[in-house]
Structures are given as C-alpha cells and as structure tokens.
C-alpha cells in the first residue's frame, strides 16, 4: 500500500557549472518521472536534487522495511527519524514524497532468508539481496505504477551499455565507497531503469554539494545495519521474526 504523505510544486533551476562537468549519467530527460529511493541520508538526498537539475520529474520515496522499534539499537538509523529527513529534503527540493510500507515483503524475502542462512551455517548477505528483490523488484514496481520511467538510488555505482544494448555495472569514482559489488546480482530487466546520479561522486563531493543546497542531511553520518532498518539486536530481531 502506497501512503501519500506529501505533494509539492515544481520549480526549475539553471544547472550549475559543476553538473556540467559530469554529463554522461543519465540521458536528457525531456521531462522523463524518475522516483528516488530517498533514505534520508545525504546519498540519495544529492541524487534527487541532481536529477531535478538534470530536468526530471523527480519523486521521492521512502521504503519503510520494519515495523518492530524493539529490535533496532537506539539512535542508530531509526526509521522514523530517516522518513522525517527524507521528507524534509523533499520539502526542500520541492518535489512530491511519499512512503512505501515494504515489511511484508521485506520479513518473507530479506529475514526469512537471512535467518535460514545462519542456521545452515552460512553468512548471509541481505544487502546483496535487498538490492534484487526489494529496491529493483518491489520497489520498481511500485515506481512504475506511479508512471515512472526510472528508479535511482544513492549508490556509489556507475552503469553504462555496451555495443550489444548489455547493461554493465562499474564501480564508482569513490573506490573507498564503491557499492557496485551489492548490485551484482540485478538483471538487465533491473539495470535498464536504474540511474545511479552519485556514481561519478567522491564523497566529499557529495556532502559539499548538499551543503551548499542546505539539505538537513549534508552532515548526517552514514548508515550502517540492514538495509532502511538500520543496525539491530541480532537476537532479539530473531526472536521477533
């Protein structure tokens, strides 16, 4: 179920100077909808905002993945904080929001899996997986009921095609936060909609360029933990599942 939560008005702005410089992300849009998975991290929050330079019909997106506060490690990416921020970095970039509840989906898929994997003895990878059947799976779908084109992320990744119309995934400029390895496993039926606006990124660009649109989350740490969940208490989110 889709919860609207927030519509605004859209305005244009004249693409800056250092936008220029990177001009191969994405193709000129002619006002093409892309919905942005906005966590509520400085990431995505910078990948909406180029988007909307770039000239898209930018909507953003929060996934809520959990429902159980017990189980996650106080002050560490509580989910209603990073809603709260991706909203307001919506607000400032005046483009619509929304949140998505994928709990359901994200319990049978990501959980179910993670803990069957610990008790036949193996180390599971959830962010591998959240990627492929959350974010470029449910997530997609539901961007493209909304009449989107593409779905973008925050991920320091790059994509380009080959001379065949192959997808391939490149690592990101920034090799100390490449995140290409956690998208190996998406399909070229997942890579083709997907734009990774901060793949040409370091970070340090990243968190001047939301500085200086003073977006809420331009000093905001990283996240680390389970994907939109955050860090949890591995034993009690056991038990609850």
């Not at 619509?96 to 069957?116: C, H, N």
């Not at 193996?122 to 997530?139: A, M, Q, S």
């Not at 065949?164 to 920034?174: E, V």
Request: charged share 25%; proline share 4%.
């Amino acid at each position: 179920m889709i919860l609207f939560v927030h519509r605004l008005s859209y305005t244009w702005r004249r693409i800056p100077p250092w936008f220029i410089k990177f001009p191969n992300f994405a193709k000129k849009s002619d006002l093409k909808t892309v919905v942005v998975g906005l966590s509520g991290g400085v990431d995505s929050s910078v990948a909406a905002y180029l988007l909307k330079e770039e000239g898209y019909h930018v909507i953003g997106m929060f996934m809520k993945n959990w429902h159980d506060e017990s189980v996650t490690i106080s002050d560490e990416c509580p989910w209603i904080d990073d809603s709260n921020d991706a909203l307001l970095v919506a607000q400032k970039l005046n483009i619509p929001f929304q949140t998505i509840d994928l709990s359901e989906e994200y319990k049978k898929r990501i959980v179910d899996y993670m803990f069957s994997e610990y008790e036949n003895g193996r180390t599971p990878n959830p962010d591998v997986l959240c990627n492929r059947e959350i974010k470029f799976d449910v997530f997609l779908k539901a961007a493209k009921s909304l009449g989107a084109d593409y779905v973008a992320t925050g991920h320091y990744c790059q994509k380009r095609q080959d001379e065949n119309g192959m997808f391939q995934l490149i690592a990101g400029k920034d090799k100390n936060k490449d995140q290409s390895y956690f998208l190996c496993q998406l399909t070229q039926e997942q890579l083709a909609p997907a734009l990774f606006p901060i793949g040409h990124l370091e970070k340090s660009e990243v968190r001047k360029i939301a500085a200086e649109q003073d977006l809420v989350t331009a000093e905001k740490k990283d996240s680390q933990g389970l994907c939109f969940i955050g860090k949890v208490k591995l034993p009690v989110f056991y038990s609850s599942s």
